[in-house]
């Protein structure tokens, strides 16, 4: 993604009805579309909206639209604030990511969204990944994860407006410049680590991985056991959408680190190219020979 002209080249440009006048963009908020998940349905309705508007949106398979210039006003944050000043439409580019927002259980194992949908017990109806969470910024609910698409787009999108941007210094959220009002995006979304690769800090994800856990010894391999299927090589010892890979079963690889996060035991492994993590669950100890072949599960 490359921005020229205040829009991103090569995306769909679809004007909103509500555009502003001039702003210096100083800061990226990000949004929660808290709406329906058919492709275009929340773009279709920011855009021919009178009363709010976005300057992009990013839908669940990490297809980006743009709807109001980088350089102009758009209705995103509304009673804001952010480090003191306030009115945060008149300094911020809003990236609108689709997702139900804040979802309740019902009866029987029900999951349901504002609008009524139900996506059932553990999101089994379509597929999705849902979580149970509380924390003080967005109080108690059930979330959809974002897809690893989604945080890509973002990602590739923030890296394109910072730097086509000068006077971009920061990436938040609707939750945080609008504290006890909104709780967009969810607790599920990596912000921090997205804002570390961005902005070129460390990421406080993988700091935290190191130091929870031990370097491991000598030379220590493991065989995947995924029968029929394969095992996600991911960036953090966690199940937020950040898969690097996917492991082929039977797979040999060598283990650098290992760590107990959240219950779980997890390596920290090398393939292809590629250092992340795995739940050590579906990996079993290799001893090689005295030639340095035909591994064998010890």
């Known amino acids: 993604m ?24 100083e800061i990226i908020i990000l949004h929660d579309t808290a709406g329906r998940l058919e492709k275009f349905n929340s773009r279709d309705y920011l855009a021919s ?12 398979d990490g297809t980006v639209s743009q709807l109001v210039p980088t350089n102009r006003r758009a209705a995103h944050a509304g009673q804001s604030s952010y480090h003191g000043r306030s009115g945060c439409n008149d300094f911020a580019i809003g990236i609108e990511i689709v997702n139900p927002g804040r979802m309740q259980r019902g009866a029987g194992g029900a999951v349901l969204a504002w609008w009524g949908q139900d996506f059932g017990p553990g999101g089994q109806i379509g597929g999705y990944t849902l979580a149970d969470v509380e924390t003080p910024e967005h109080g108690k609910g059930t979330w959809m994860a974002y897809t690893p698409e989604q945080i890509a787009a973002v990602e590739e ?3 394109a407006l910072f730097a086509g941007i000068p006077t971009l210094r920061d990436i938040t959220t609707h939750w945080y410049v609008s504290p006890g009002r909104k709780v967009d995006t969810n607790p599920l979304f990596p912000l921090e680590a997205i804002r570390a690769r961005v902005l070129g800090r460390d990421d406080p994800a993988e700091a935290a991985a190191e130091a929870g856990s031990d370097v491991v010894g ?13 095992l ?14 996917a492991i082929p ?19 920290n492994v090398t393939f292809g190219g590629l250092t992340g993590w795995i739940v050590a669950t579906y990996a079993a100890p290799v001893r090689f020979g005295t030639g340095g072949h035909s591994p064998r599960i010890a």
């Open 2 to 25: 490359k921005l020229k002209n205040h829009r991103i080249d090569g995306i769909d440009y679809r004007a909103a009805k509500l555009i502003g006048g001039l702003i210096t963009p």
């Open 49 to 60: 909206s009178p009363a709010v508007s976005v300057q992009f949106v990013v839908e669940r």
């Open 157 to 159: 999108l923030a890296q």
């Open 218 to 230: 000598g030379d220590e391999f493991v065989q995947i056991e995924t029968p029929g299927t394969t």
């Open 232 to 245: 996600n090589l991911r960036r953090w010892p966690s199940f937020n959408p950040n898969i690097l890979a």
């Open 249 to 267: 079963d039977q797979a040999i690889v060598p283990v650098n680190r290992e760590g107990l996060f959240g219950g779980r035991r997890w390596l």
